[in-house]
C-alpha cells in the first residue's frame, strides 16, 4: 500500500465517525499527498495530474472554520456528554454507582479528594457537575464538579480517581456607576443595570457619611469600582476605589476615596485624608431596620411583662449576613433559651458587644477567634425567646449596657503627614473619574 492509498484509506475511517469535519478532511488530504509527491510539483487523484499552480488557489481561508465545543480543557464534542446539578440528598458516592463504579471507587475518591476538595463533604444541591465518556466506551472517564464560578473539581475516572482544582482565570475592569434616586436606593441601582453587590460595596464605603435608611428623591451617585469577567461574562464586584453622593435637600457632596497605605492605614478617606470608618460601625447589619430600641421599660413580646430591652433590635430576613462591628476576640459562643445562638465579642478594655437569636454561626468562628471590623460572624434568624428573625444587639461600656446609638466615639487617627501626598494622588486620579461622568449616562467601562 503506498502513502497515498494510506491516508486515503485513514480518511475513509474518520469520516465515517466525524462527518461535521468532511471539509477539514479533505483539506487533509490534498495536504499530506502534496507533501508526500512534492519532488514532482503535482497531486495524484486517481490518475488525473492537478498543476501544482491550480492547487496554490485553493485556499484555506474558503473553508468554513468549525471552532470545536471546548469546556473544563475538554473538547466535548469527542465525549459522550452527561450534564446534571446535585438533587436534594444525592450524594457524590450515589453517583458513580450509578454510573457503573464500585463502592471501593467511591472510597478512593473520598480519601483522595480531601487534599484537593473535600468532594464528599461539600457536594451541593443546584450546583453543576459533567460525566464525559469517550464514545465507544460505557463507563465514564471524566467527572467535573463546578462548586463556584471561579473554580471546579476534575476527576480522572480512568486513573485511579485522581483530582485536580482548577481556579479559572479572572479578568477585572474597571467601572463606573451613576445613578439619582426616584423612589429607593434599591430600585436605583437596578435601573443602572448593576447587581445588589454594588450597593452593598457603596454602602461600605458611605455609611460614616450618608444615612441609607433616609435616602430621598432626587439624591445622586457614582461610584469607580472593579467588575470580575471569566469568560467576558461579569461574575462578581472587587474593589471600590472611590465613591459620590449628593444630598438633594442640601447639596451637600460626600467624597470618598479607597487608599492602602500599609499596616493600619488602609480603608476609605475623606478628601482631606481622614478615615471614613470609626471605631465601631453604626450597625451589625445591612438593609435593615430598627424594630425594637433600647428600653429600660420594654413590655417583653414573648414574657408579656415588662422587661428592660438593653439592646437595639435590628429586624432583617433569616440567613442575613451579621458582621461584626469592631475589631476583637470572640469571648463567649454559644446557645441558651432566652438568648439564642449568640456570639460575644472583647474590643478592648471599655467595650463589649452581642449577638443573640443568630440562626447560625459563620465558619471559622469559636471562642478565642480574631475577628476583624466587617467580618461576617453569624445570620439572622429567630432561636431563643424571638418573635420573628432579627438580631439583637448589645453594647457594653466598662460592664455596662449601653445604648450605643447615643454613645459618642473619638473619630479614628487620621493619615500621618508622610503618607498624604500619596494619597493626593490616588485622590486626584479617582476624583476626575468621576467628575467625567456623564450625568446621562447610567454605567460606562473605562480602562483600568
Known amino acids: 500500500m503506498d502513502k497515498i492509498d494510506f491516508v486515503k484509506r485513514k480518511t475513509t475511517l474518520f469520516l465515517k465517525n ?7 478532511s479533505l483539506v487533509l488530504i490534498v495536504v499530506v499527498s502534496s507533501i508526500f509527491i512534492s519532488e514532482k510539483n503535482s497531486f495524484v487523484n486517481q490518475g488525473s495530474v492537478v498543476p501544482t499552480d491550480l492547487l496554490r488557489k485553493a485556499k484555506l481561508g474558503e473553508f468554513p472554520i468549525v471552532q470545536p465545543n471546548m469546556k473544563y480543557g475538554f473538547v466535548l464534542d469527542t465525549f459522550q456528554v452527561l450534564e446534571g446539578e446535585v438533587k436534594p440528598n444525592e450524594t457524590i458516592g450515589e453517583l458513580l454507582l450509578d454510573n457503573g463504579f464500585t463502592g471501593g471507587d467511591v472510597h478512593s475518591l473520598a480519601e483522595k479528594s480531601k487534599e484537593v476538595y473535600d468532594l464528599v463533604r461539600n457536594f451541593r444541591v443546584g450546583k453543576s457537575y459533567m460525566f464525559l465518556t469517550r464514545r465507544g466506551e460505557e463507563k465514564p472517564s471524566w467527572f467535573v464538579y463546578e462548586p463556584n ?45 448593576a447587581s445588589m453587590e454594588v450597593a452593598a460595596k457603596m454602602e461600605d464605603a458611605l455609611e460614616t457619611s450618608v444615612d ?3 435616602v430621598q428623591v432626587g439624591d445622586e451617585f457614582k461610584l469607580v469600582y472593579d467588575e470580575k469577567y471569566i469568560e467576558g461574562k461579569r461574575v462578581g464586584v472587587g474593589n471600590v476605589h472611590a465613591a459620590y453622593y449628593k444630598q438633594a435637600d442640601s447639596d451637600k457632596e460626600h467624597y470618598v476615596f479607597w487608599f492602602d497605605g500599609g499596616g493600619e492605614h488602609v480603608g476609605f478617606y475623606d478628601q482631606e485624608g481622614r478615615p471614613m470608618k470609626g471605631r465601631f460601625l453604626k450597625a451589625p447589619v445591612k438593609y435593615t431596620r ?15 411583662r415588662v422587661r428592660p430591652h438593653l439592646g437595639t ?45 443568630m440562626s447560625g454561626f459563620a465558619k471559622g468562628i469559636k471562642k478565642g477567634s480574631y475577628v476583624s471590623q466587617g467580618q461576617v460572624i453569624g445570620y439572622v434568624g429567630s432561636t ?9 444587639f448589645r453594647f457594653w461600656k466598662n460592664g455596662k449596657q ?9 473619630p479614628s487617627k487620621p493619615l500621618p503627614d508622610e503618607l498624604l501626598p500619596e494619597f493626593f494622588k490616588v485622590r486626584d486620579v479617582y476624583m476626575e473619574k468621576l467628575k467625567a461622568v456623564d450625568s446621562s449616562v447610567a454605567m460606562d ?4
Open 445 to 448: 467601562e473605562t480602562a483600568p
Open 402 to 410: 449601653i445604648n450605643h446609638l447615643r454613645e459618642y466615639f473619638p
Open 149 to 193: 464560578v471561579y473554580e471546579y473539581v476534575v476527576v480522572d475516572l480512568e486513573n485511579g480517581m485522581e483530582v485536580r482544582k482548577e481556579e479559572r482565570p479572572v479578568e477585572v475592569k474597571e467601572a463606573v456607576l451613576h445613578g439619582q434616586i426616584n423612589s429607593s436606593l434599591w430600585v436605583a441601582i437596578e435601573e443602572t443595570g
Open 212 to 214: 441609607f435608611s433616609h
Open 384 to 392: 431563643g425567646l424571638a418573635t420573628g428573625p432579627h438580631v439583637c
Open 313 to 357: 433590635d435590628y429586624a432583617a430576613p433569616t440567613g442575613t449576613p451579621i458582621y461584626a462591628v469592631g475589631n476583637g476576640v470572640v469571648v463567649a459562643k454559644g446557645y441558651t433559651k432566652g438568648n439564642g445562638n449568640y456570639i460575644k465579642i472583647k474590643h478592648d478594655k471599655v467595650y463589649q458587644t452581642q449577638y443573640l437569636h
Open 18 to 24: 466525524n462527518k461535521k469535519y468532511l471539509l477539514y
Open 290 to 304: 430598627i424594630s425594637s430600641r433600647y428600653n429600660p421599660r420594654r413590655f417583653h413580646p414573648v414574657l408579656k
